[in-house]
């Protein structure tokens, strides 16, 4: 078996770097993935010499299936960011009306790569209990445990 050449590979390599460019482009953007459907066609025509344009091929069903991977990959890199310093923690149900409650868990920690502070909801949880502080509580420590957090490195506000 003959193994691909590198100029091969590297084209390769362009289109998916700029399919996903693209699908964190519309998620930024908070656009829908319906765009990409028309993406492939009017790179095609806009960049009608270039060699990714040709191969672009990122409609719908696969942008989505990369935002997964990258919402995904997000998740795991912030898990380990808890596990391995210092962050803070916060919640607030939703207000909707009906049996389940929404808690996003929202999550404050530097992100060494970046060189900043990050601040992001890591997830989404449901309660189907009453709002007690207990129960929202044993959402995030369900959580905690889940992704085997250590408490420790949550950060407690000390009140001046």
Not at 36 to 65: I, N, Q
Not at 117 to 134: K, N, P, R
Request: net charge negative; glycine share 4%.
């Amino acid at each position: 078996m003959c193994a691909p050449n590198s100029e091969f590979l590297n084209e390769q390599l362009s289109v998916i770097r700029a399919e996903t460019l693209f699908a964190e482009f519309l998620v930024e953007h908070n656009l829908p993935l319906a765009c990409s459907d028309h993406a492939g066609k009017l790179f095609r025509k806009m960049f009608p010499d270039s060699a990714v344009a040709a191969k672009y091929g990122s409609a719908r069903t696969k942008t989505a299936c990369i935002v997964e991977w990258l919402a995904d990959f997000d998740a795991k890199r912030i898990v380990c960011a808890m596990k391995n310093g210092p962050f803070a923690m916060a919640t607030d149900g939703s207000n909707d009306i009906g049996a389940v409650k929404l808690y996003p868990i929202c999550v404050r920690y530097f992100d060494a790569q970046l060189g900043k502070v990050m601040c992001v909801m890591q997830s989404l949880q449901e309660c189907t209990e009453a709002s007690t502080g207990e129960n929202i509580f044993r959402i995030l420590d369900n959580f905690m445990s889940s992704h085997n957090i250590p408490w420790q490195n949550c950060l407690e506000r000390i009140k001046g």
